[in-house]
């Protein structure tokens, strides 16, 4: 099966604040916290991980206070959910081979600075 879908850019669309969120679930909760956790705007991209996470969630909201809101209100209180760690991303250069206005930018200050 073939999806065809836009990349959006999250900055150009006022969502600020980008994170990869971790998410540790109890065992044999993984695909219920999947499922609820599809269901939110915020969610670009989620995956079951190895290690000390169960589940790795790409989250694009407008502010700080509102990764605090989603992580601890949304995430955090979904039954078999036992810790979220947010990672906060500070700049994004490319996404799923599409290159960010950060990128662009990045590369027309560079080629201004080489000339």
């Not at 099966?1 to 109890?26: F, H, K, R």
């Not at 991209?45 to 169960?54: I, K, M, Q, R, V």
């Not at 989250?59 to 947010?86: H, M, T, W, Y």
């Amino acid at each position: 099966m073939i999806t065809i879908g836009a990349i959006p850019d999250s900055t150009a669309m006022g969502l600020e604040v980008q994170a990869d969120v971790m998410i540790e679930v109890e065992p044999g909760m993984v695909e219920s916290v999947a499922v609820a956790l599809s269901d939110y705007d915020e969610v670009g991209y989620l995956a079951t991980t190895t290690g000390h996470f169960n589940l790795s969630a790409a989250i694009s909201v407008a502010s700080q206070a509102d990764l605090l809101d989603f992580c601890e209100n949304s995430v955090g209180k979904l039954q078999g959910v036992r810790r979220v760690e947010p990672w906060v991303i500070l700049r994004m250069y490319k996404a799923f081979e599409t290159p960010t206005t950060a990128l662009i930018e990045a590369a027309e200050r560079a080629r201004k600075g080489a000339e």
